[in-house]
DNA sequence: TCCACACCTGATACCGGTACCACATTGGGG
DNA sequence: CCCCAATGTGGTACCGGTATCAGGTGTGGA
């Protein structure tokens, strides 16, 4: 042992130590060209011996490759976007990528500046669960492709953006929670969340188009309760959707007002999770007994709803499934090179998990 | 437009495009050194004409600063790491770094490639919620800072390792609820979770020194609850802790067991999230009423908590500020250079928050 | 009128790697 | 015995930046 190295040694300490030129200690440390057995041993030993690591970032630069992957979501802390981040960190270790993660906290001048982040980084691949909403907005994904790095979306498909991206089919998830609603004889039910609509619909015409054909999860969510009413020839009623801003305190508002409806839903769909909990809190204000006076439905399973009483049931989404196959679907652009093929619109499945608050209406 | 560019342009490109040399282009590009106006107006021109954007792999191998920071936790999933991941993120970006996230699974030989991987890619600095236990099992992390990359741990201070870390108090935490137990009148408060015993203890000086010095959170808590039963004066049972695997359903199966005791728990002190949730799937089978029959109180306070029947008292952690205030010390480390002051324990406040889920034993 | 100096620019060496290629050696076959 | 190929090594250009410095130009003061 050499004492301490405090000063991080490079090839040419390596060399030096092994006696060697530079470019002979560069080939057997970088495991190219050639090397006699005896030289190998002896810069393997000097490497080991004055603790050399090989500057990754040097060797960026010269290969243009950096193994890295960028994601950028809106919220880590949020655990649907943790289990994102976690199924692709997983997945790319394998194929020893890191990944740099960047926080938008869904405002989109954010997203194009982490964008720009990763492209100076020169990272080999983004993931993005983008805020724009359309084509148009997303520019900057289209300036980092146009700069050679392959993107993938997650979770949210940008409409009329031609790039690969892996969903979940939130409106035929909306659709069937919806339809187990009916099925178990509700015909009022409510719609907790959605697009944010900045004031009440008049009519059913007001939400055509609202997300539509675009994958953006609200706007599925709502054409999957629209979808469901229409299979099942129920009537749309303006009044059973929630309107204004997405927070916890105004879904237990507009819950509350449904209740106060003449006639009131016996059953709601909740499609997130701050939905869920302001729909519980107006429930309990108003005394309404989940799985008794009221059924419920929402989005992300967690470990939680499974000891609610009584048990809620559930939309699961894979979460990390979602991050995994992100991965796959990156690695494969990048293996592809430029001559990649047309971009797909890769959908996972979700789990609807039945649990005891859904019941049929009570009817006094 | 000079229509569109695939390749990316260097700063050789700008100085071809603005019709300058190399170094003039760089030198106002990089912002250093002396150019007059009207070369400066020029040679930024050409850049934005042609997109360039700069290198910062490159930069970085220049200057040997890479504007990164390295985080290292178990699990990204995980919503207390996804939390003080945000928090970090949130604060690196603030100084123009980011941040590199690493998952090791709970796996020390993980957490020893990752942090290779970290020194490898240069960043500037390393948080870690460290899964050694003691110093002893900390040399991955000795060598990170022996080549001159500042490092503080987080969540988990490991026992013997002179660098900061920034935690919460969780002994004092634990002493507290379970302080506050015993307030309300319980004798015989069950603790669920802990540090892993493979066996039973046979009595309580076989819990002595588990976990006892070191600030990792589950032995911390035990440490918290026997504490509490000290300062109040109650005797310790050894069957009223948990013992075996860490998981949802042996604390559920351990509950059980409690339950069946001659003389069992009136209340329950959980330590983490799924001890919680399987402490109430027990109380469910077994019938026993939260706030009536049994007490509660939880780890980790959650929008769930606060909708359960009834409301569960909880112990929030501070993960956002426990993020930020881990980088806010990396950074003072890192502006200190070498030269930095003695290792501090950075301890923030956790907050307790009361509900329902607590009341008298039912004295029947 | 000439020199000093401020002003401005390009050349050049470097960071720590990759990768190619020219140039010894050595040895075997014709 | 000589030549050529295989074997092994170091030199060198390059990646895309940073940073210093030499030197050319223009202006004002002596």
Redesign the interface.
């Known amino acids: 042992m050499t004492s ?5 040694p490079t090839i040419s300490d390596v060399a030096a130590e092994a006696g060697v030129g530079r470019s002979t200690a560069a080939r057997t440390l970088g495991g190219y060209g050639y090397a006699s057995e005896e030289v190998r041993e002896r810069v393997l030993a000097a490497a080991e011996r004055i ?1 050399y ?6 060797r ?2 010269s290969t243009g490759v ?1 193994h ?1 992957l960028g994601l950028i979501v809106a ?5 649907f ?3 994102v ?2 199924g692709i ?2 997945a790319s ?1 394998e194929r020893g990528f ?6 938008t906290h869904e405002d989109l001048a954010e997203e194009v500046a982490a964008t ?2 990763l ?4 990272v080999d691949g983004i993931i993005v669960a983008s805020a724009a909403l359309e084509a148009g907005a997303a520019g900057h994904i289209e ?1 980092a492709r ?3 790095i392959p993107v993938v979306l997650v979770d949210r498909a940008v409409p009329g953006l031609d790039i690969d991206a892996v969903v979940i089919d939130n409106r035929a998830a909306a659709r069937d929670a919806v339809a187990h609603l009916v099925a178990a004889g509700h015909r009022r039910i409510g719609f907790v969340w959605g697009p944010p609509l900045a004031e009440r619909p008049r009519r059913r015409r007001d939400l055509v188009g609202v997300g539509t054909g675009n994958q953006w999860t609200d706007g599925e969510r709502l054409q999957g309760y629209l979808d469901a009413l229409d299979d099942e020839g129920l009537a749309f009623d303006v009044e059973l959707v929630m309107v204004g801003a997405k927070t ?1 305190e105004n879904a237990q508002a507009e819950v509350a007002r449904m209740l106060e409806l003449p006639e009131p839903p016996t059953a709601l769909f909740c499609t997130e ?2 939905a869920m ?1 302001g729909s ?2 107006a429930l ?1 204000n108003a005394g309404s007994r989940v799985g008794e006076t009221m059924s419920l439905i929402g989005f992300d399973d ?8 009584p048990p809620l049931s559930m939309i699961e989404q894979p ?2 499934a979602l991050g995994a196959k992100a991965a796959e679907v990156l690695f494969a652009t990048i293996d592809a090179g430029s001559r990649g093929g047309a971009p797909e619109l890769h959908t996972l499945e979700t789990r609807f998990i039945a649990r005891a608050s859904v019941a049929p209406p009570n009817v006094n």
């Open positions: 301490e190295h405090s000063a991080r603790g690591r090989a500057n990754a970032l040097a960026s630069v950096s890295t919220d880590l802390a949020n655990p976007f943790g289990g981040a976690r960190s997983d270790r890191d990944t740099l993660v960047l926080s720009n982040v492209i100076d980084k020169r300036q146009s700069s050679g916890e999770n701050d909990t519980l809190r309990r967690s470990s939680w709803a499974a000891v609610m009483e979460t990390l």
